[in-house]
């Protein structure tokens, strides 16, 4: 089948079976930085914005996303631009290996848009569904106080 | 396969009745069980199925509504409710965003985090099938094949039980609980006057505590004194897992109890 | 070395931005022109031969292109193991093979032009098993009539000791001293069995291999791998190609941890490949990189120790047996550093006596794991010591301190035990430990806490604990790095290093070298790593050592480069190059009052007289391997009631020479403590009574998540280890030693109880406390 997506703001229709989940579709079509982790929700490597709603790709049937707005952490910024959360994870180290960090930005990024002032338990709660087995989160619970910090001061 | 896409509830049922049709909601569960058997998805998101409200003092939850829906507009139209305590601790925030409340009713895992306190809390389901029927939690729980060809639409329960305890027991924040437990209570002059009493987990999928419920009730709020309660509890069967025996489960179940009745009647929280 | 401009910052990873705007690419990120999918067809038996195999009707399936068994692949044994050459593992493995020896091995290999053609076929592929009894326990696998694996063709490429007719994969001894006298000057022996368990590095990228033919026909392998040119070199021996035909490019990788230091997907591919000429994707799914790819290999040791009454150590007899699974991948060396990592730290007993074996068994295979043994043995040695402490009315710290390594010492055991031959003779140059242990009890409160049992609510009960241990900074005289460098018009430099970054952060913190040597800003070296056409050749990241190794390597290399830059200088300032300054971006003479920017010099050299090109490369081979030290502390909370272990605070405090980069030294010694305590508490694999692992996925094998994090402090200590680049020795794999053993003697703190076996769950705590 075929449907039309609107990713990072942008419209383009891709074919795909009627019972491909949406993380697949993303990734045969570019979409690289949506990574597959375990492909059974338990890991967020592949956690998109789904109409700003923090949800894992490959739990999502491709043929029900219709019409809704996806934003991977390309929508976010990009290395000429960069959005203060991935400015932050960069100065504080939260970032190893990497695989985990799309995933773990948007998580941050859906709790920052709700609640610019989080506490160490809410973001700890908000970024329960994405695992990382590089740092021990301690520094990505550092990059997201520094970029709550920072997108307030520029607010 | 085929997708359809209704946009109006009477589109639903014929449907249906279909060989091989299921309804889709966020799709968490049908792709845990696998789609393999299925001809067909009837898609829910165009029949507007998630609103949430009050009416009467009885909460109507619409099936299409998220867990994390119902945690944020219950923390505002019931606060103190067991609802937003069980299911803000269920799976994790994408999942949460994403599990709906008719899914979860209709798939009804045995570590479900909805189950228990919809069950205690005498939750109607609203189920159209040619027409439309509501039946107790407990008793579709008990009777599956009421389900079959049927969509659940929502449910509603009375806003009747101010005082809750939830407890989840997993080894880690983000995972299945070994079993779940709810307690619900009401308590007039100082006495208890009523309680509802859920386990999920157990080999039926669920067990209510009649028993322990017929014993709270009169006792003194100050002091249930929940040791001796313990003596008088059943052992409930639980399936033979190899992370954790019945024998454990039982004994844990105890122990958590004890602390929720402790709690709830205004004991310090451990 | 106060004057350092680049190293000892925490600039920021060179691909941190890259990566976090989503354009780094990952083995499976590279698109491919329409590449064949492959996947396997695995193991329903523990132990089993294959009596036939049939894939004619698979083979029919629409888009099926090849299916591989061990009717139509090469025989040739290897390991998987990705060691130097020769290998201390024995070869006891081939691509495809007539037998499979747990639950989970590979059968059959379908490539087709889709995945879904792929699933298909396998479904159909029809294989007749004759079963065989198999062993589990590796206590029963040397017993002569248990089943055996291996055949008598399995070889050690190295002469060392391997018996595959009696499951034996690897056998150790060491002693020193006079044990008997030793045990019978004891006053007191303190005899212990301990167990630890299996476990999953976890990696969140899964292993994925992609290969295809470069325009001259030449294989291109990209794959997530920890040892490019291993992976270069087995693939030549086992596909029977030539070497020169093959590149393999390791491009950002998903995490390793010691998992991907195993060559298991690319001898697959590159065969499709190389037969097909056809460009192939093969990328592992989450449950079998649980039960097909490596685990951390499972030990059981016993400890003898005997002492005086005063707590003095007369004797250390340590009996260790390995359960090597189903091949012996890194069977010896695992083995060998439970012993050589563990018992130099107490380096003054007189009387040591150490023998491991390994042995198969038909479980998921072992491997190299972030602390690659150590992890295993200092589980047993720190509950050991703690025992004896308090038998002996001592305070841990005290006695760590007495009897510990300290600068200036050695350990015999150092040139006894090496990888695969003899050690190499060292002598401590730098030990933080007490440091460590003192600013780790401050952070813990330990003074405060420990022998307490202080309890908040009455059900459950506080306790503290501690656990030292050592590791080690490379292979001495066996593991070489090389760097080469160029220099460019605008005084950039281009790095290119054999150097192996996992997400580790080894290009940021070898380009900080570079940069300090050369006196410019991190940003004016382009490091490029990893890729057998480009780069020098380096034998990968493991056993602790791309800091220390080529980091010396890219040292020495600046080190000639900025030496050329100093003789050209002297050219074009006519000065003496004994009288100039080297200073940042710039040379002048002393007075500073005349001086050449980096930039002309560059200019100078490739345009003006006889031209050459700024340039340089170096290997580095160590002679010592010296280690880094820790001391961990944990705070933790037992419910006496449920038997649930929390801990509430760890410190970890690490003496790893000069940090080259705190902020992503800390890093790695976070990453290591949380795996450590997960491990230690949670992680597991549950088998069925036939052997099948049933918690193959992340919902039933559970690791640490946000909400699970404790209060976590991590300290750096100042030291300097004169034979590393820049004072550096390693830090990645020494925080997991730690948290199972302190987790445990804080367990014996809080509630009198001593577990001898990980995990700690909640069942043993209340078995031990007799309430289930």
Avoid at chain 3, 152 to 163: F, G, H, R
Avoid at chain 3, 495 to 521: C, K, P, R
Avoid at chain 3, 657 to 662: D, K, L
Wanted: proline share 5%; with cysteine; charged share 25%.
């Amino acid at each position: 089948m075929k449907d039309i997506f609107t990713i990072n703001g942008q419209r383009i229709e891709y074919e795909f079976d009627e019972t491909d989940v949406l993380l697949d579709v993303l990734r045969n079509n570019g979409h690289y930085e949506v990574k597959k982790g375990c492909g059974e929700g338990e890991c967020g490597a592949c956690a998109i914005l789904l109409d700003g709603i923090l949800v894992n790709s490959c739990q999502i049937l491709a043929a029900s996303v219709r019409g809704k707005e996806i934003t991977t952490v390309r929508g976010l910024g990009n290395v000429h631009d960069p959005h203060p959360l991935q400015e932050a994870f960069a100065d504080t180290g939260a970032i190893q290996c990497g695989f985990c960090t799309p995933g773990m930005i948007l998580a941050s990024y859906a709790l920052l848009k709700e609640n610019p002032h989080p506490s160490d338990d809410e973001i700890k709660q908000a970024l329960d569904g994405n695992i990382c087995r590089c740092t021990g989160y301690v520094k990505i619970f550092e990059a997201v106080r520094l970029a709550a910090e920072r997108m307030r001061k520029n607010v | 396969m085929d997708w359809y896409f209704p946009t109006e509830l009477k589109e639903v049922p014929p449907l249906l009745k279909k060989e091989g049709l299921a309804p889709h909601g966020g799709g968490t569960g049908l792709l845990r069980t696998g789609l393999s058997r299925l001809k067909g998805l009837v898609d829910l998101s165009g029949l507007h199925l998630d609103a949430i409200e009050e009416n009467n003092g009885s909460i109507i939850l619409g099936s299409s509504s998220t867990y994390s829906m119902i945690c944020r507009t219950l923390m505002q139209k019931d606060p103190g409710s067991i609802l937003p305590k069980a299911l803000s601790m269920s799976a994790s925030t994408p999942l949460r965003n994403r599990i709906t409340l008719g899914g979860s009713i209709a798939s009804f895992p045995i570590w479900s985090d909805l189950m228990g306190p919809l069950i205690a809390l005498g939750s109607q389901v609203n189920l159209l099938k040619e027409t439309e029927t509501k039946h107790p939690v407990e008793y579709i729980s008990g009777n599956r094949e009421l389900l079959k060809g049927s969509l659940i639409t929502g449910i509603e329960y009375k806003k009747e039980w101010p005082l809750s305890w939830y407890h989840r027991h997993t080894r880690v924040a983000f995972d299945y609980p070994l079993f779940t437990l709810t307690i619900l209570l009401k308590i007039e002059a100082g006495r208890i006057a009523d309680s509802r009493i859920v386990v999920i987990g157990t080999r039926n999928r669920f067990t209510r505590i009649y028993e322990l419920e017929t014993l709270l009730a009169g006792r003194s709020a100050d002091s249930p004194d929940p040791v001796d309660l313990m003596e008088k509890m059943p052992e409930l069967e639980f399936p033979e897992r190899k992370t954790a025996s019945s024998g454990q489960l039982n004994c844990l179940l105890k122990v958590w109890l004890r602390r929720g009745i402790r709690e709830i009647t205004g004991g310090e929280r451990t | 070395m106060s004057d350092l401009k680049n190293v000892g910052r925490s600039i920021r990873k060179v691909d941190a931005l890259s990566i976090a705007t989503g354009r780094a690419l990952y083995t499976d990120d590279f698109p491919l022109e329409n590449p064949l999918s492959l996947m396997l067809l695995h193991s329903p038996h523990a132990h089993a031969e294959i009596i036939a195999i049939n894939t004619s009707e698979a083979e029919l399936v629409d888009g099926v292109v090849d299916i591989l068994t061990y009717e139509n692949t090469p025989h040739t044994l290897y390991t998987t193991a990705g060691q130097g050459y020769p290998e201390p593992s024995p070869y006891d493995y081939r691509m495809f093979d007539r037998k499979v020896r747990f639950i989970g091995d590979r059968v059959a290999l379908v490539a087709a032009e889709t995945a879904e053609a792929a699933r298909k076929a396998l479904a159909m592929i029809q294989v007749k098993y004759g079963e065989l009894e198999a062993i589990f326990d590796p206590e029963g696998s040397m017993e002569p009539l248990a089943p055996k694996l291996h055949g008598e063709d399995a070889y050690a490429p190295l002469p060392v000791k391997y018996d595959p007719l009696r499951n034996l994969a690897a056998e150790v001894e060491l002693g020193f001293g006079d044990m008997a006298k030793g045990f019978s000057e004891a006053d007191l022996i303190e005899d212990n069995i301990y167990h630890t368990h299996f476990a999953s590095h976890c990696a969140m990228e899964p292993h994925a291999t992609k290969a295809y033919f470069d325009e001259k026909g030449r294989l291109v392998v990209i794959t997530s791998t920890q040892v490019p040119f291993h992976v270069r070199r087995t693939l030549a021996r086992v596909l029977d190609i030539p070497l020169r035909s093959i590149r393999v490019v390791k491009p950002r990788i998903g995490g390793a941890f010691g998992g991907k230091q195993e060559i298991i997907l690319e001898p697959m591919a590159a065969y499709v490949a190389w037969k097909h000429k056809r460009s192939v994707r093969f990328v592992l799914s989450r449950k079998e990189v649980f039960t097909f790819c490596r685990t951390r290999h499972p030990f059981r040791m016993r400890f003898r120790t005997g002492y005086l009454k005063d707590g003095t150590i007369t004797a250390m007899d340590v009996d260790a047996l390995m359960n090597s699974g189903a091949y012996g991948a890194h069977a010896l060396t695992v083995l060998s550093n439970s012993g050589s990592k563990m018992l130099p730290l107490f380096n003054k007993i007189e009387n040591v006596h150490f023998l491991g074996r390994t042995v198969y068994t038909n479980t998921p295979v072992g491997g190299a794991y972030r602390g690659y043994g150590a992890t295993q043995a200092y589980f047993g040695f720190n509950q050991q010591i703690d025992i004896i402490a308090r038998k002996t009315s001592q305070d841990i710290l005290d006695f760590a301190k007495k009897w510990h390594i300290r600068n200036g010492e050695t350990s015999e055991v150092f040139r006894i035990l090496g990888e695969g031959k003899e050690g190499v003779e060292q002598y401590i140059g730098s030990c933080g430990l007490d440091e460590c242990i003192d600013r780790g009890a401050e952070k813990i409160r330990w003074y405060e806490r420990r022998d307490l049992h202080f309890s908040p609510v009455p059900e459950k009960v506080r306790g503290v604990g501690m656990a030292i241990s050592m590791q080690g900074s490379a292979i001495p005289l066996i593991d070489m790095a090389s760097a080469s460098m160029k220099m460019n018009e605008d005084g950039s430099f281009n790095l290119h290093v054999g150097a192996t970054d996992l997400g580790t952060g080894s290009d940021t913190v070898l380009s900080q070298i570079a940069a300090e040597v050369l006196g410019v800003s991190p940003e004016k070296i382009i490091i490029l790593s990893s890729d057998t056409d480009l780069t020098p050749f380096d034998v990968g990241a493991y056993a602790s050592s791309t800091t220390y190794l080529s980091g010396k390597a890219v040292e020495k290399c600046a080190l000639n480069v900025r030496e050329q830059i100093l003789t050209t200088a002297s050219q074009i300032l006519e000065i003496p190059r004994d009288e100039l300054l080297y200073g940042e971006g710039r040379i002048s003479d002393r007075s500073r009052s005349t001086e050449v920017r980096l930039e002309e010099v560059c200019l100078h050299a490739l345009y003006t007289k006889d031209q050459y090109q700024i340039q340089s490369c170096a290997s580095h081979v160590a002679s010592e391997s010296p280690p880094p030290f820790m001391a961990q502390f944990a705070e933790i909370e037992v419910d006496t009631q449920t038997g649930e272990v929390k801990v509430i605070k760890f410190v970890s405090a690490v003496d790893c020479g000069r940090a080259i980069n705190p902020r992503l030294a800390e890093g790695q010694v976070e990453g290591a403590t949380i795996n450590g305590i997960s491990y230690a508490l949670h992680e597991n694999y549950i088998f069925s009574d036939n052997g099948r692992m049933m918690n193959d996925s992340f919902w039933d094998y559970k690791i640490f998540t946000a909400p699970d994090i404790p209060e976590i402090h991590t300290i750096i200590v100042d030291s300097e280890e004169k034979t590393g680049p820049y004072g550096a020795k390693s830090v990645s794999e020494i925080g997991l030693n730690g948290p199972a053993p302190a987790i445990a003697n804080a367990i014996y703190d809080a509630i009198g109880v001593r577990l001898f076996e990980t995990p700690f769950t909640p069942d043993k705590i209340l078995r031990e406390l007799k309430k289930l």
